[in-house]
């Protein structure tokens, strides 16, 4: 086996209003949040298909599936979590991951930090190998006319040998 997989991830979620925006782990303040079966944090989803597509382990949908009740409004926190224990099991450790939030508004910068150092944290990684970047569409698209929120994730493992 290969001592480095680099995986990347894509998720998206529609928006709609009343319901509570997550991302990368924090709660955004937002008149609108993701519909979805778990809590709805298209960052974190992303970021563990971009892991679990490094080590050729399918998709979030395979080990946490959205037609299962054990999953209804889970936080995604712990499907990251649950994530990285299939990773380790496999020898590998995060080396990086890269995140790219494409939102139309709200603007995301007060919470970049919070959502770095919550995923670094949960990965078991320093927050200098966490990149979380937020840009808009320029009022493009579905996320431009802010029906829904899309993330990109690219995630670089190495074979742990301690």
Do not use: W
Request: charged fraction near 20%.
């Amino acid at each position: 086996m290969e001592d480095f997989r680099i995986g990347n991830g894509y998720d998206v979620h529609a928006l709609a209003p009343g319901l509570t925006l997550m991302l990368g782990g924090v709660k955004i303040e937002s008149p609108v949040g993701c519909i979805a079966h778990s809590d709805g944090d298209v960052a974190i989803h992303a970021l563990c298909d971009a892991l679990l597509g490094a080590l050729a382990l399918g998709d979030i949908g395979k080990h946490f599936p959205d037609s299962s009740d054990e999953f209804r409004g889970i936080d995604s926190k712990i499907l990251l979590s649950g994530t990285m224990d299939l990773v380790k099991g496999q020898g590998y450790a995060v080396g990086n991951a890269d995140i790219t939030i494409a939102l139309q508004a709200p603007k995301l910068a007060p919470y970049i930090q919070t959502m770095r150092e919550t995923l670094a944290g949960i990965m078991g990684v320093s927050v200098s190998a966490v990149s979380v970047k937020a840009t808009t569409t320029e009022r493009l698209g579905f996320v431009g006319r802010g029906e829904g929120c899309e993330v990109y994730a690219v995630a670089l493992l190495y074979r742990d040998s301690r």
